[in-house]
């Protein structure tokens, strides 16, 4: 009796392997993904683990793994099986019956922009003996934008009215014959072209049309993000596009006309370039060029960044830069020399305060970063 036993316990042993070895990762699945397309810097979202085995044959031990930048860091009770070092590790261990799919959600806090991918995933799985160890490799096509993050609104409101400012100096309100405001009697100083003839026909005296004097914003922000300063400032830096992007949004709700660019690579570009027409709807597509912006690849001149744009002249000039030196202060004169409204933003902290407290035909404006 004991031979047989052990005859079946061997002949058991070498089935279940041979199974394993040949069938264990047969109609087996891992998708990772998030369950949002995009979220802002500083949101918390989910990353979403799918094991599936889809046959008769049970898997008592598989192992996932993957890795995915450090500035998702993964909060609460998921970071029990994660490990930060250049990368942040992840590591889980499914038991599935037959035909059985396991969903676990994973809370992930998104520290900073930028564009996020997954491209595979390692799957380790073993028999019932945990005798042999069969490796899996399974891409994944897995990505998160992670969109600057919003700003002070009434910080923002602040640039807005000196933006607003400067087009008053810059452009005279003139009037604008799509803005009908009525009818009124005629005077000596009125052109010809503004008696309404139809009106004064009626009445028996002359009438002019009257319309509400207008002028039409265009502003322009230049995102300089140049940084060669033997001392980083990643901070500035970041708070500048975060600028941006929540600028550029409260000026799209005003209807203003806005080209935004910005002397670093994006999404493929040597350089940002969005130009946004008022109720184009176009501020998502702004907002994943910001994210795909590489502060710190190949930073280009501005004015190599100014030769790429097309805008006519009277746009107002906002240059956000947090240098400080001659050659940003050159090309803020420079602008301002050709005619444009510039406002000159500066992110400032306690380790870097603002040095530079004025420059001719230049508003500057100082931001705190907290």
């Given at each position: 009796?004991?031979?047989?036993l052990?005859a079946?316990?061997?002949?058991a ?5 041979w ?8 109609r087996?699945?891992?998708?990772i993904?998030?369950?949002e397309?995009f979220?802002?810097e500083?949101d918390?979202?989910?990353?979403v683990?799918?094991i599936t ?11 996932v ?5 450090r500035s ?6 998921a ?6 070092t ?11 019956f037959?035909?059985q799919?396991?969903?676990?959600r994973?809370?992930v ?19 019932f003996f ?9 891409e994944?096509c897995?990505q998160?934008?992670?969109?600057p993050g ?6 923002i409101g602040?640039?807005c009215?000196?933006i607003?400012g ?9 009037p604008?014959?799509?803005?009908f405001a009525?009818i009124r009697?005629?005077?000596?100083s009125d052109?010809?072209?503004q ?16 319309y509400?004097?207008?002028?039409n914003?265009q502003?322009?922000i ?5 940084d060669?300063?033997?001392w980083k400032?990643d ?6 596009i975060?600028?941006?992007s929540?600028?550029?949004a ?9 080209e935004?660019l910005a ?7 040597p350089c940002l370039?969005?130009h ?5 709807g176009q501020?998502q ?22 030769a790429?744009?097309?805008c006519?002249?009277?746009y ?5 830069s947090?240098n ?11 602008l301002?020399q050709?005619?444009?409204?510039v ?6 902290s ?8 004025s420059?001719?035909?230049?508003r500057v404006?100082?931001w705190?970063?907290e």
């Amino acid at each position: 009796m004991m031979v047989l036993l052990l005859a079946g316990v061997g002949l058991a042993w070498l089935l279940q392997k041979w199974l394993y070895e040949n069938y264990w990762d047969f109609r087996f699945g891992v998708r990772i993904h998030f369950t949002e397309p995009f979220v802002y810097e500083g949101d918390r979202t989910c990353l979403v683990e799918e094991i599936t085995n889809d046959k008769r044959l049970p898997l008592p031990a598989v192992e996932v793994r993957f890795a995915m930048d450090r500035s998702l860091v993964f909060a609460g009770e998921a970071q029990d099986n994660s490990n930060i070092t250049d990368q942040s590790y992840r590591r889980d261990i499914f038991s599935l019956f037959m035909n059985q799919r396991v969903v676990r959600r994973l809370p992930v806090t998104c520290r900073r922009r930028g564009v996020y991918e997954i491209s595979e995933a390692d799957v380790v799985g073993h028999d019932f003996f945990f005798t042999k160890r069969h490796l899996l490799r399974v891409e994944q096509c897995t990505q998160l934008y992670v969109y600057p993050g919003p700003v002070d609104v009434s910080r923002i409101g602040l640039v807005c009215q000196a933006i607003s400012g400067q087009q008053l100096v810059q452009n005279r309100l003139y009037p604008d014959p799509f803005e009908f405001a009525g009818i009124r009697e005629y005077r000596p100083s009125d052109p010809q072209r503004q008696i309404n003839w139809k009106a004064s026909a009626r009445s028996g005296e002359l009438l002019v049309n009257q319309y509400d004097s207008t002028t039409n914003m265009q502003v322009r922000i230049l995102l300089d993000l140049r940084d060669e300063g033997i001392w980083k400032r990643d901070e500035l830096v970041e708070e500048s596009i975060r600028i941006a992007s929540s600028l550029a949004a409260q000026l799209t709700k005003k209807s203003v006309e806005l080209e935004v660019l910005a002397n670093a690579p994006s999404a493929g570009q040597p350089c940002l370039r969005q130009h946004l027409r008022p109720g184009a709807g176009q501020m998502q597509e702004l907002y994943r060029a910001l994210a795909c912006l590489d502060a710190r690849g190949a930073v280009v001149p501005m004015e190599q960044a100014l030769a790429a744009s097309t805008c006519e002249s009277g746009y107002v000039q906002v240059l956000l830069s947090h240098n400080q030196d001659e050659e940003t202060a050159q090309l803020a004169r420079s602008l301002a020399q050709a005619g444009s409204g510039v406002l000159w933003v500066v992110p400032v902290s306690h380790r870097f305060p603002l040095e530079r407290q004025s420059v001719p035909g230049v508003r500057v404006i100082p931001w705190e970063v907290e």
